[in-house]
């Protein structure tokens, strides 16, 4: 890429998150599994404060580079494969700062060189001592609550920047007391039908990093708040098809809008505050000219899409042109039980504690589930390993065998009996 010269001027950005009641806080180290060993400075303040380390680029990274003591896009002409806008993309995901007690609250002081026609954006999410993750929550525009409290904090930063000349200089955050939110996550996880399609693009790179593969299975939604890192399945739907359900991680953004978190309540939308909740502002354009019949960035809407599905994904749940789904948004519920990490591909998920009991759901790959309990049902033996343990997943409303938990013991710990 061309040298250009760095703008002269700085913009300074404040911005104040609200992460969830509880009351004070301090830091400890680092939690283990943070990427590469990266590790943030700390400043003694108070409220208990840190800045990011910017200076490490990880594989959690998309298209930035740490040069002249600033972060900022390695390629300009770099977008993810499903948006099809936003040229000049790149993000860095932070270390996550474990936490001694719960918090509500955290401030994020952001330096960039932002000029015209550029974005730096920050986001915040947090996890519970349960392992869960909140969304991500932008901290443009003042406080953000999320559903619950949070005992680890993470900061991920994103820039669109067709020029190459935005450059982010520091990040600083600190936590603290704040405020109850007002309401309450909801029981259940948020249920929509929306249009599918095949997203395709072999070989082309989603947002989080993942080079896509032939037969893949992974999904996009047209928001970053609901965006996996590469590899993981934090944030994963369920797809439900002519055929059958699968369970698939959110690794890209898109179709059409990058900011349309259509699943989340009217007032808490980052855009489109005045459709109505589970409906994408494809649809809305498409069938009932919102917006001109336009998306955010200003393209006329040839589909509904709410959902762009991998191969493998849209060709498993029984599609074999776009068209219509159920989509479950895993995260979005009531965060009750433990959290843990699965193994494997095409895992069923039954009604039942016994494999003659029919199939709710399929896990097409290795992701995160939320356990509430756990009985002794059919013995099976997979791979060599034989277990009778089976777990109840709340989420689909059916059970896995202990077997493709990914955890040493054979019967989870920490979780009851139902």
């Not at 040298?3 to 404040?14: K, S, V």
């Not at 494809?282 to 709410?306: F, H, I, K, T, W």
């Given at each position: 890429?061309?040298?250009?010269?760095?703008?002269?001027?700085?913009?300074?950005?404040?911005v104040a998150l609200s992460l969830l009641a509880c009351v004070g806080v301090a830091v400890a180290t680092p939690p283990a599994g943070a990427a590469d060993g990266q590790k943030s400075t700390r400043v003694a303040s108070s409220p208990t404060s840190w800045s990011a380390d910017l200076t490490r680029i990880t594989s959690d990274d998309v298209n930035v580079r740490y040069t002249d003591g600033a972060l900022s896009v390695r390629s300009t002409a770099f977008r993810?494969?499903?948006?099809?806008?936003?040229?000049?993309?790149?993000?860095?995901?932070?270390?996550?700062?474990?936490?001694?007690?719960?918090?509500?609250?955290?401030?994020?002081?952001?330096?960039?060189?932002?000029?015209?026609?550029?974005?730096?954006?920050?986001?915040?999410?947090?996890?519970?001592?349960?392992?869960?993750?909140?969304?991500?929550?932008?901290?443009?525009?003042?406080?953000?609550?999320?559903?619950?409290?949070?005992?680890?904090?993470?900061?991920?930063?994103?820039?669109?920047?067709?020029?190459?000349?935005?450059?982010?200089?520091?990040?600083?955050?600190?936590?603290?007391?704040?405020?109850?939110?007002?309401?309450?996550?909801?029981?259940?996880?948020?249920?929509?039908?929306?249009?599918?399609?095949?997203?395709?693009?072999?070989?082309?790179?989603?947002?989080?990093?993942?080079?896509?593969?032939?037969?893949?299975?992974?999904?996009?939604?047209?928001?970053?708040?609901?965006?996996?890192?590469?590899?993981?399945?934090?944030?994963?739907?369920?797809?439900?098809?002519?055929?059958?359900?699968?369970?698939?991680?959110?690794?890209?953004?898109?179709?059409?809008?990058?900011?349309?978190?259509?699943?989340?309540?009217?007032?808490?939308?980052?855009?489109?505050?005045?459709?109505?909740?589970?409906?994408?502002?494809?649809?809305?354009?498409?069938?009932?000219?919102?917006?001109?019949?336009?998306?955010?960035?200003?393209?006329?809407?040839?589909?509904?899409?709410?959902?762009?599905?991998?191969?493998?994904?849209?060709?498993?749940?029984?599609?074999?042109?776009?068209?219509?789904?159920?989509?479950?948004?895993?995260?979005?519920?009531?965060?009750?039980?433990?959290?843990?990490?699965?193994?494997?591909?095409?895992?069923?998920?039954?009604?039942?504690?016994?494999?003659?009991?029919?199939?709710?759901?399929?896990?097409?790959?290795?992701?995160?589930?939320?356990?509430?309990?756990?009985?002794?049902?059919?013995?099976?033996?997979?791979?060599?390993?034989?277990?009778?343990?089976?777990?109840?997943?709340?989420?689909?409303?059916?059970?896995?065998?202990?077997?493709?938990?990914?955890?040493?013991?054979?019967?989870?710990?920490?979780?009851?009996?139902?």
């Open positions: 890429m061309k040298d250009r010269a760095r703008p002269t001027y700085r913009r300074r950005i404040t993810p494969a499903s948006a099809e806008a936003g040229q000049g993309y790149g993000t860095q995901v932070l270390a996550a700062e474990e936490l001694d007690t719960p918090v509500n609250r955290v401030s994020a002081e952001l330096v960039a060189d932002t000029p015209a026609g550029a974005e730096v954006a920050v986001d915040v999410r947090g996890r519970s001592a349960q392992g869960t993750w909140t969304e991500w929550t932008p901290a443009d525009g003042g406080p953000a609550v999320l559903p619950r409290a949070v005992t680890t904090v993470q900061a991920r930063i994103t820039l669109w920047d067709e020029k190459g000349d935005a450059a982010v200089r520091s990040l600083r955050l600190s936590a603290e007391k704040g405020a109850a939110p007002r309401t309450a996550a909801g029981a259940t996880a948020v249920t929509a039908r929306v249009f599918a399609t095949r997203e395709g693009l072999v070989g082309r790179t989603t947002a989080n990093g993942h080079v896509i593969q032939p037969n893949d299975h992974f999904v996009a939604l047209p928001s970053r708040r609901g965006l996996s890192p590469n590899g993981s399945g934090q944030y994963s739907v369920q797809v439900c098809g002519p055929a059958r359900c699968e369970t698939a991680p959110v690794w890209d953004v898109g179709p059409w809008n990058t900011k349309d978190d259509y699943w989340n309540p009217s007032p808490t939308r980052e855009m489109f505050k005045d459709l109505p909740q589970g409906k994408p502002e494809a649809q809305a354009a498409y069938e009932n000219g919102y917006n001109g019949g336009r998306d955010g960035s200003g393209r006329v809407v040839l589909n509904p899409a709410g959902i762009d599905l991998a191969d493998g994904t849209f060709y498993n749940v029984g599609l074999n042109d776009n068209g219509w789904v159920t989509v479950t948004y895993l995260w979005t519920g009531d965060q009750t039980g433990k959290s843990f990490p699965t193994w494997g591909t095409d895992v069923r998920i039954r009604q039942q504690a016994t494999t003659a009991s029919p199939e709710v759901a399929r896990l097409a790959g290795p992701t995160t589930v939320n356990v509430k309990c756990q009985v002794h049902g059919q013995r099976i033996t997979v791979d060599g390993i034989t277990n009778d343990g089976w777990a109840y997943l709340p989420a689909f409303g059916g059970y896995i065998s202990n077997i493709f938990i990914d955890v040493v013991e054979s019967w989870l710990p920490g979780v009851p009996n139902c």
